[in-house]
C-alpha cells in the first residue's frame, strides 16, 4: 500500500507545527490551506490525510527556507512518535525481527517514501524510493524519512547498532551545514549525490538481541497493527484513494486515468468500474481536486492569477481561467473571495458529474 491509500494520525503534523512554533511561525500559517485547526492537533481521534500533511509540509518549507531541513526534522521522531508500531519494534526480540516488523506495517507510519529492505551479502540496506510529489517537497520528506529512520534504527536497535552508510540521490545544498546532530545521533554522515536514498548496515547486526524485548507485548502490539490495518483498508473506497492520490501529486504534473489505476494495481476498466459502482468518475474528481487546490491558491493574495496558473501547469492565465470557469462557472477572479469561494465548492461538487 503506499502513503495515500489511507488516514494517519495526527502526530507527524503536531510535531512539523511544534518545529515550526519554536522558529517564531505561527500555527495558523503552518495549517493554512490544510483544513486542520490548532484544536485539531490536540484531538488524539483526529486523523489526517496525506494531502493536509503534505500542505503543512510545504508551509513549513516555503517558511523556513532552510537547506537540509528535513534532515533536522527527521531527527524529531522517536519511536514513541509512532505509538503501538514504535512499541512493537522496541519490544521485538532481535533486531532482525524489528526491522520485519517494521517493514510489514510501513504504511502506518509517517513516510511518505516506498520503505524496502534486503540483504545483499554481508550488508543489509533499507532503500528509499521518492514520492511523486513537487521537488521541494520531495527532498524534505526524503531528508525526513531518511533521517527519522537512522535514529529509530540507533534508539531502537541499541549501543552495539551501527550505520556503515546513509546515502541520499539529492546533491548538497549550499548553506547545509548544520549536520553535527544528525551525525551525533546517527554515527554517519549523509553522503549526497548517491545513487539511491538508504541506510545500511552489517548484515550480523540482526542478530542483535533487544534489550527490552517483550513477547508479549510485541503480540499484543502486532495484532493491534494488524486491525488498524484492515479498518483502514476497509474504509477506504475506489474514489477516496483517487482523491488522495490527486492531492499528493505534483500541481502541474496531475495524472492521468491510467496512472492512477496502475497505483492502486488494477486496470484501466477496472479501476473504471469501481468508480461507477461507488456513483463517480475520474473526470468529476480530478476536477473536484483540482477545483479546492485552486481555490486554496487563491486564498494567498501573494499569488497572481498568473503565478497559481504557471503552478498548476497551465500553459497560459487564458488556459486556466477557462478550466475554472467550468469547475464553477465563474472567473477565477470571482472566486478568490473566501465566502464566494465556498459557495462555490458546494455547487460544484453536487455539479462535477455533469461535466
Not at 486542520?36 to 483526529?46: G, M, N, P, T, Y
Not at 502486532?222 to 501529486?249: I, V
Request: with cysteine; net charge neutral; proline share 3%.
Amino acid at each position: 500500500m503506499n502513503f495515500w491509500d489511507f488516514k494517519r494520525s495526527s502526530a507527524s503534523v503536531r510535531l512539523l507545527v511544534e518545529f515550526g512554533q519554536e522558529r517564531g511561525l505561527d500555527v495558523a500559517k503552518l495549517l493554512a490551506r490544510s483544513g486542520l485547526k490548532e484544536a485539531d492537533l490536540a484531538d488524539l481521534s483526529i486523523e489526517v490525510d496525506a494531502s493536509q500533511e503534505l500542505c503543512v509540509v510545504g508551509n513549513l518549507i516555503r517558511a523556513c527556507r532552510q537547506p537540509g531541513l528535513g534532515l533536522e526534522v527527521g531527527m524529531r521522531y522517536n519511536f514513541a512518535s509512532y505509538g503501538l508500531w514504535g512499541l512493537g519494534l522496541i519490544s521485538s526480540a532481535t533486531a532482525g525481527e524489528a526491522m520485519a516488523l517494521a517493514l510489514r506495517f510501513v504504511p502506518l507510519t509517517f513516510a511518505f517514501c516506498r520503505i524496502s529492505g534486503a540483504l545483499d551479502g554481508e550488508v543489509y540496506t533499507v532503500g528509499f524510493e521518492a514520492p511523486e510529489v513537487e521537488p521541494a517537497v520531495q527532498r524534505f520528506l526524503v531528508e525526513r524519512d531518511v533521517a527519522a529512520a537512522a535514529r529509530l534504527m540507533k534508539e531502537v536497535l541499541g549501543p552495539e547498532f551501527v550505520l556503515s552508510r546513509f546515502t541520499l540521490q539529492h546533491t548538497v545544498e549550499r548553506g547545509v551545514g548544520r549536520l553535527e546532530h544528525l551525525v551525533r545521533g546517527v554515527g554517519v554522515r549523509p553522503e549526497f549525490g548517491a545513487r539511491s536514498n538508504s541506510l545500511s548496515f552489517d548484515g550480523r547486526l540482526l542478530a542483535l538481541r533487544l534489550p527490552q524485548a517483550n513477547p508479549v507485548t510485541v503480540a499484543m502490539c502486532e495484532r493491534a497493527c494488524e486491525e488498524l490495518l484492515e479498518r483502514r483498508r476497509a474504509r477506504l473506497g475506489t474514489g477516496e484513494f483517487l482523491r488522495q492520490y490527486l492531492a499528493a501529486a505534483p500541481l502541474n504534473m496531475a495524472p492521468d486515468l491510467h496512472h492512477a489505476a496502475r497505483a492502486l494495481g488494477l486496470s484501466d476498466r477496472t479501476f473504471k468500474r469501481r468508480l461507477q459502482e461507488e456513483g463517480l468518475t475520474f473526470r468529476g474528481l480530478s476536477a473536484e481536486v483540482r477545483g479546492r487546490q485552486a481555490n486554496q491558491l487563491l486564498e494567498d493574495e501573494t499569488l497572481s492569477l498568473t503565478d497559481i496558473a504557471e503552478r498548476m501547469g497551465f500553459s497560459d492565465l487564458s488556459s486556466f481561467s477557462q478550466a475554472y470557469k467550468r469547475w464553477f462557472g465563474v472567473a477565477p477572479s470571482v472566486g478568490r473571495g473566501s465566502s464566494i469561494g465556498l459557495q462555490i465548492v458546494g455547487y460544484t461538487i453536487r455539479s462535477f458529474e455533469e461535466l
